[in-house]
């Protein structure tokens, strides 16, 4: 018996049989782990920011790795660009990251081109002050490709305390003006 939670659903035809009589194998309704890292590889990468962990989904918009299957505007799920109910395979052919409020409005909706996704879009944009702060926040440190960094604790900025973290120096964000 399959519950709507099930990660696995039958090709239908009742209880896993065809027209034949015979049995047809399930089809998994869930992306695999294989498929969610090469999935998260083909979207595109966010200038200055950490390949993995932020990224455009199909709609460009910005997302955190950290925020997969949550609500919010940084938030993101693993989409089927065919969706699963009308015969869309969970492969990485068939899957994109989506911001989880597009993927609620795309539904099932298959050939929405991004224009239209970027409609559903939330429509907060964040700076890079912003973002480095919920980086700091989610993964404890800021790392940009090519300025390999982390953020000083409060502690440390007050001066009441060294890092004996020599591995990494200590970075200074950059102020709204200031280029990355």
Same mark, same amino acid.
């Given at each position: 018996?399959?519950?709507?939670?099930?990660?696995?659903r039958?090709? %239908?035809?009742?209880?896993?049989?065809?027209s034949?009589?015979?049995? *047809? =194998?399930?089809r998994? @309704?869930?992306?695999?782990?294989?498929?969610? @890292?090469?999935?998260?590889?083909? #979207?595109?990468?966010?200038? %200055? @920011?950490?390949?993995?962990?932020?990224?455009?989904?199909?709609?460009?918009?910005?997302?955190?790795?950290?925020?997969?299957?949550? +609500?919010?505007?940084?938030?993101? =799920?693993?989409?089927?660009?065919v969706?699963?109910?009308? %015969?869309g395979?969970?492969?990485?052919d $068939?899957?994109?990251?989506? +911001?989880?409020?597009v $993927?609620?409005?795309?539904?099932?909706?298959?050939? *929405?081109?991004?224009? +239209?996704? @970027?409609?559903?879009? &939330?429509?907060?944009?964040?700076?890079d002050? =912003?973002?480095?702060?919920?980086?700091?926040? *989610?993964?404890?440190?800021?790392?940009?490709p090519?300025?390999?960094?982390?953020?000083?604790?409060?502690?440390?900025?007050?001066? +009441?305390?060294?890092?004996?973290?020599?591995?990494m120096? #200590? &970075?200074?964000?950059? $102020?709204?003006?200031?280029p990355?």
């Amino acid at each position: 018996m399959s519950s709507s939670s099930s990660p696995h659903r039958s090709r %239908g035809g009742g209880a896993n049989s065809n027209s034949s009589g015979s049995n *047809v =194998e399930d089809r998994p @309704r869930f992306f695999d782990s294989n498929t969610k @890292r090469k999935c998260w590889a083909k #979207a595109e990468t966010l200038i %200055g @920011r950490h390949p993995e962990r932020w990224r455009k989904d199909a709609a460009g918009n910005i997302v955190c790795k950290r925020f997969c299957n949550c +609500q919010g505007c940084l938030c993101f =799920e693993y989409d089927h660009i065919v969706p699963f109910s009308k %015969g869309g395979e969970s492969t990485y052919d $068939n899957c994109q990251i989506l +911001q989880t409020r597009v $993927n609620r409005f795309k539904s099932d909706k298959d050939s *929405v081109d991004p224009t +239209q996704l @970027r409609g559903y879009s &939330c429509d907060i944009k964040f700076t890079d002050k =912003e973002l480095d702060i919920i980086e700091m926040a *989610v993964y404890g440190d800021v790392i940009r490709p090519g300025k390999e960094c982390r953020c000083k604790t409060v502690a440390e900025m007050l001066g +009441q305390y060294k890092s004996k973290d020599s591995s990494m120096a #200590a &970075c200074k964000l950059p $102020n709204n003006n200031e280029p990355l």
